[in-house]
Nanobody, 117 residues
Framework: QVQLVESGGGLVQPGGSLRLSCAASGTFLGFTTMGWYRQAPGQERELVATIGSGGRTNYADSVKGRFTVSRDNAKNTVYVQMNSLKPDDTAVYYC???????????WGKGTLVTVSS
């Protein structure tokens, strides 16, 4: 079993910053892709950013230039640094990881980010 636990969400004013973290625990050999998705109220879950095991990144157009995804393979942890936050960034942010060899996808339970003055 693999568990992904997010942390770092909260309330922030427009223009502010937050850093989300997601740590994996359990039994696994490693992950290929790790990253973040988000779901706003009444909306479908959407990609925020992903990072491959070699460091290749992919971002949603809406966050390019503002968000930076990174990972620490030794700690099996993925991060996203979110700057210049906007009210439209308000959502539940979910951590995602795909296991090596099995290609099974795992999800965290989500952390709420609220951008409001």
């Amino acid at each position: 079993q693999v568990q992904l636990v997010e942390s770092g969400g909260g309330l922030v004013q427009p223009g502010g910053s937050l850093r989300l973290s997601c740590a994996a625990s359990g039994t696994f050999l490693g992950f290929t892709t790790m990253g973040w998705y988000r779901q706003a109220p009444g909306q479908e879950r959407e990609l925020v950013a992903t990072i491959g095991s070699g460091g290749r990144t992919n971002y949603a157009d809406s966050v390019k230039g503002r968000f930076t995804v990174s990972r620490d393979n030794a700690k099996n942890t993925v991060y996203v640094q979110m700057n210049s936050l906007k009210p439209d960034d308000t959502a539940v942010y979910y951590c995602y990881a795909r296991a090596v060899f099995t290609n099974m996808d795992y999800w965290g339970k989500g952390t709420l980010v609220t951008v409001s003055s």
